[in-house]
């Protein structure tokens, strides 16, 4: 195993670690770089048990013996090591969930890839915060969603934060990412689903009343804190639905929103 020795924080081999912090950075540079990074070793274990390839491991010293068979895995896959100030100086944030790991990101799934076979699909339009990313994404493996399509100005689930939110279930649900949207719509009824969209309007169905329904395919899209699902989409999609709120209060936020949505409306 090929430990390497971290002195201080402008080694230049260290390159895919360096300013995690910075959002708007890394989302361009790591798609750019065909990467991605996984955070905490529970994490970076989940990426590698979905058959994706890290390109180096960053950790450490502590925290070698808890990942040793996954190290002994990649032989020759550098493993970085340093002490905790190196390492925070590198990556702009103290490394407390054991190790991070620069992994290949795989190839884009095509959208008739992911839907083969599925019978509940969950829609993300326009989610940009990459907290309610993670957690969405984490109902979805959890309550019996097929698979997830996000919409052209989605956050990127690969990111370090959603992912490790989701707990590693994003390497778990199948997802894609739409060409378009609102046209990706029509794509989805013309393959047998009707598409829901949660918003409150005076045609809403209760979220009761559609899982009576029992669409044999749905697609439930799901739209930003706030603003909720466009008006163009909501005007594609086949039927508005809402969650049954007390009075005085009209939404949740959309992460707690999808999990009761998913376990309601679950293929039976």
């Not at 924080?9 to 798609?31: C, F, G, H, M, W």
């Not at 502590?62 to 905790?84: H, M």
């Not at 690969?158 to 649900?173: A, D, E, K, P």
């Not at 309007?201 to 559609?210: H, K, M, V, W």
Request: proline fraction near 6%; glycine fraction near 6%; hydrophobic fraction near 45%.
């Amino acid at each position: 195993m090929p430990f390497i020795a971290l002195e201080n924080a402008s080694d230049p081999r260290i390159a895919d670690y360096r300013n995690l912090t910075d959002v708007q950075l890394r989302l361009k540079t790591e798609p750019e770089r065909g990467l991605y990074i996984a955070e905490s070793s529970r994490v970076v274990r989940r990426a590698i048990a979905a058959g994706h390839r890290p390109r180096s491991f960053f950790l450490t010293e502590k925290w070698i013996k808890d990942l040793a068979d996954v190290l002994e895995q990649f032989p020759d896959v550098p493993a970085y090591v340093g002490e905790s100030a190196v390492l925070e100086e590198i990556t702009g944030f103290h490394l407390h969930r054991g190790a991070l790991a620069a992994m290949e990101r795989p190839a884009p799934r095509a959208l008739q890839e992911v839907l083969d076979g599925a019978r509940r699909v969950a829609v993300l339009e326009d989610i940009t915060d990459h907290t309610n990313l993670g957690a969405m994404f984490r109902s979805a493996a959890g309550l019996g969603i097929d698979a997830v399509l996000v919409t052209p100005r989605c956050a990127d689930p690969l990111y370090r934060r959603s992912i490790r939110v989701s707990m590693g279930t994003v390497f778990q649900v199948p997802w894609a990412r739409l060409d378009s949207w609102p046209e990706g719509i029509e794509e989805l009824q013309a393959a047998g689903f009707t598409v829901a969209a949660m918003e409150l309007t005076p045609e809403s169905l209760t979220i009761d009343a559609l899982a009576a329904r029992s669409p044999e395919r749905l697609a439930l899209i799901l739209g930003t804190e706030g603003a909720g699902v466009t008006p163009e989409a909501l005007e594609a999609a086949d039927v508005a639905v809402e969650i049954p709120m007390r009075p005085g209060v009209d939404s949740l936020n959309v992460a707690a929103a999808s999990a009761v949505a998913f376990w309601e409306l679950r293929a039976r």
